[in-house]
């Protein structure tokens, strides 16, 4: 079993930053890609930007040159640096690490709680 917890969501004026994290306790063989999704009232959750266990990275084009993801393997931990941001930004971010928890299973998707972004103007 693994829980995702995250963190640095809240309340910022446009063109403020912020930084979100998101660490994974429990059974961890290992982590493949792992990522940020939103999703605001109304609307369908959204693939935010995602890093493979190689470093490799996708963002989507509203973000794209605005955030980066991040990842620190050793500490389970996923991180989005957002920078820039717009009130358009605003939704409940949610993190997934796609895990390993042994040698022999396949991996599984895990979701954080979720934390609250909002942007004001």
């Known amino acids: 079993q693994v829980q995702l917890v995250e963190s640095g969501g809240g309340l910022v004026q446009a063109g403020g930053s912020l930084r979100l994290s998101c660490a994974a306790s429990g059974r961890i063989f290992g982590t493949n890609a792992m990522g940020w999704y939103r999703q605001a009232p109304g609307k369908q959750r959204e693939s935010v930007a995602t890093i493979t266990s190689d470093g490799g990275t996708n963002y989507a084009d509203s973000v794209k040159g605005r955030f980066t993801i991040s990842r620190d393997n050793a500490k389970n931990t996923v991180y989005l640096r957002m920078n820039s941001l717009k009130p358009e930004d605003t939704a409940v971010y949610y993190c997934?690490?796609?895990?390993?928890?042994?040698?022999?299973?396949?991996?599984?998707?895990?979701w954080g709680q979720g934390t609250q972004v909002t942007v004001s103007s």
């Open positions: 997934k690490h796609n895990v390993r928890s042994y040698p022999w299973a396949t991996a599984v998707d895990y």
